[in-house]
């Protein structure tokens, strides 16, 4: 049932519980009036006189102002009765005053008499009240009728004290449905403005609000906050109220309460006194700035740490925040709560990743730069070399040293071509620029690229491919690249009539391009280390070999931009597989 259901059962009821005291009980008239959340209550039954029915239904009256006349009345059990002369609320309050005779015998019931049964609950709050006028005898009751009328009174009191719950049932309800809605749609939203953009037409129309302000504590400053409002008009919130809603937002999370702020009404917050002024300063904001009647004030956290707060604003006559909505409010708090700490980790994560990848870009721009620099002179030292091998009459002694001078640079000059190399794959800043790469192409060119080597060292060479076209989406050089770094490792690393194979296949996770040798293998240490700059494995046998340790992680970088994976198997003096899987061209 919704709540307008709800209600029209529930006043049918109570229509039938009046009428039964004006049939059974013996009055002429007889009204049920409950709470509403205006503090007041609304009549919402009369039966017996119509004149009274048309006068009293919906007619609201403080519940302070009733709570002050039943403190005047005599009790009878749970009823309570005001005799006329003790009454104080005003004869045109009562909407309705019976035409009766009036007469000076004490026992008679006189026309401004009232006899009413109150409804509290278990806290001991109004929540209804019974009340019956004109007993057909004109007489006060006496104990017999007042016994039978407080029968129907208890009667009441269970009518209207589970009809209020199932209303503020149904309204939980509600709201709870409008707070899983926003948890839903924010928890994935990383930026505060947009979880701000989202939160903001969920939680006004759930909450009945004209204007939601949300400030967010930076940890690192001593108040100066983001205050993200979500209203019609811009609204600058000055300083000072920033660092009042900092100071107020702690103390309430640590008791998880909320607080509401009107025109009349302070909220009493630990630790937070405002002076005279202060106060007349808020009053003020509230009332020429964000024009509001009211304010829910609502911390946000997460576990013990206060993150920022939430204040919704009412204006005119709009009923106050129930509890049902102030306790929805600080739920409301705990999931802006999570969603601000995931969006003060990514924000703290994006950062992170800014800097890493500036360092990484500085990285390459250095060694660019320095094997730039090295390369010219090195040009002129081969050239220079190859001159004095090439003249006459060189004395073997000096060609034996200028043979080692040659060698040397030569191997400085591959290891400025692997950092150039190295630290153009490795550079945030380039792009990507794919296209289908056919890596059985690709293969047939690095072997025969190294045909040389391989015949020398006898090493006998399988190929296994499908016969249709194995392509991947990619830059075809960085995958050449890839391709000669691992099979050139292959054939230096294998000693002589042993076996490398190469292998392309589809696979439901991309293309897998394998090569496999039945070298030296390596141990399960070095291949922790693999993939680092300048790693040369601890096995001597390979340690003889040139190198630069630069080959694998070139590969690992170029693999990586390809967004593919590359693995190793290996196990020492049995031979090494090189796993790459890239992605398939579309
Ligand atoms: P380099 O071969 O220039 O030393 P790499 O980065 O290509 O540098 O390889 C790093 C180390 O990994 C090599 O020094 C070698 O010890 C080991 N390695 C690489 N590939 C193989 C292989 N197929 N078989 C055995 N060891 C290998």
């Known amino acids: 049932m919704n709540q307008p259901d709800i209600e029209a059962v529930f006043v049918d009821a109570l229509q039938n519980i009046a009428e039964g005291v004006t049939d059974l009980v013996g009055f002429e008239v007889a009204a049920i009036s409950v709470a509403r959340d205006d503090h007041t209550l609304e009549m919402v039954a009369v039966a017996g006189s119509s004149e009274a029915r048309d006068q009293l239904l919906g007619s609201r009256t403080p519940i302070a102002r009733i709570e002050r006349e039943l403190g005047s009345a005599e009790a009878w059990g749970d009823l309570r009765f005001v005799p006329h002369e003790r009454m104080s609320i005003e004869v045109d309050e009562l909407s309705w005053v019976p035409d009766l005779e009036l007469s000076d015998d004490p026992d008679v019931w006189h026309p401004l008499d009232l006899l009413l049964a109150p409804i ?120 000072e109220f920033k660092l009042l809603g ?111 990848r500036e360092l990484a870009g500085y990285k390459s721009r250095l060694i660019t730069t320095i094997s730039h620099e090295l390369k010219n002179p090195l040009t002129s030292i081969l050239g220079h070399i190859e001159m004095v091998e090439s003249g006459p009459d060189l004395p073997d002694s000096l060609s034996t040293s200028i043979s080692a001078m040659g060698r040397a640079a030569d191997r400085m000059r591959s290891i400025i071509d692997d950092l150039l190399v190295l630290a153009q794959v490795a550079d945030p800043e380039t792009a990507l620029d794919p296209e289908p790469v056919d890596l059985a192409k690709v293969v047939d060119d690095v072997l025969d690229l190294l045909r040389v080597s391989i015949d020398q060292q006898e090493l006998h060479v399988v190929l296994q491919a499908p016969c249709t076209p194995v392509c991947a989406w990619g830059e075809v050089d960085g995958l050449f690249r890839v391709c000669v770094n691992l099979v050139s490792n292959a054939v230096k690393y294998t000693p002589r009539g042993g076996t490398i194979t190469t292998s392309l296949a589809h696979t439901p996770h991309g293309i897998e391009l394998i090569v496999t040798d039945t070298g030296l293998g390596i141990s399960a240490s070095d291949q922790q280390h693999l993939f680092q700059e300048f790693f040369r494995s601890n096995n001597p046998a390979a340690v003889a070999m040139p190198g630069t340790g630069l080959g694998l992680s070139i590969v690992h970088r170029i693999v990586e931009r390809h967004r593919g994976r590359i693995r190793v198997s290996s196990a020492l003096g049995a031979g090494t597989t090189f796993v790459v899987t890239l992605p398939p061209a579309p």
Request: glycine residues 8%; contains cysteine; hydrophobic residues 40%.
């Open 120 to 239: 509290r609950d278990e806290q001991g709050r109004l929540r209804g009240l019974l009340s019956v006028d004109v007993p057909r005898d004109r007489r006060r009751p006496g104990p017999g009728q007042r016994e039978q009328l407080q029968r129907y009174a208890r009667q009441t009191r269970r009518s209207v004290l589970t009809a209020l719950e199932r209303a503020e049932f149904a309204e939980q309800v509600r709201l709870a449905d409008a707070a899983r809605t926003i948890v839903r749609q924010v928890s994935s939203e990383l930026s505060i403005g947009r979880i701000i953009e989202i939160c903001q037409p969920a939680v006004t129309v759930g909450f009945k609000a004209v204007g939601m302000w949300l400030q967010t504590f930076d940890p690192d400053s001593g108040g100066a906050d983001e205050v993200y409002g979500a209203t019609d008009g811009e609204i600058v919130v000055p300083e």
């Open 246 to 356: 900092r100071k107020a937002a702690g103390p309430l999370w640590a008791t998880q309460e909320v607080a509401v702020v009107t025109d009349e009404l302070m909220p009493v917050i630990a630790g937070l006194d405002l002076d005279a002024d202060q106060v007349a300063r808020v009053r003020d904001f509230m009332a020429t700035t964000l024009e509001a009647s009211s304010m829910l004030f609502v911390p946000i956290g997460a576990g013990q740490e206060c993150l920022g707060n939430l204040a919704l604003t009412r204006r005119g006559p709009s009923p106050e925040w129930t509890l049902v909505e102030q306790q929805a409010a600080l739920e409301i708090g705990h999931d802006l709560g999570r969603a601000l700490v995931n969006a003060r980790t990514f924000e703290r994560e994006r950062i992170l990743l800014e800097e890493v």
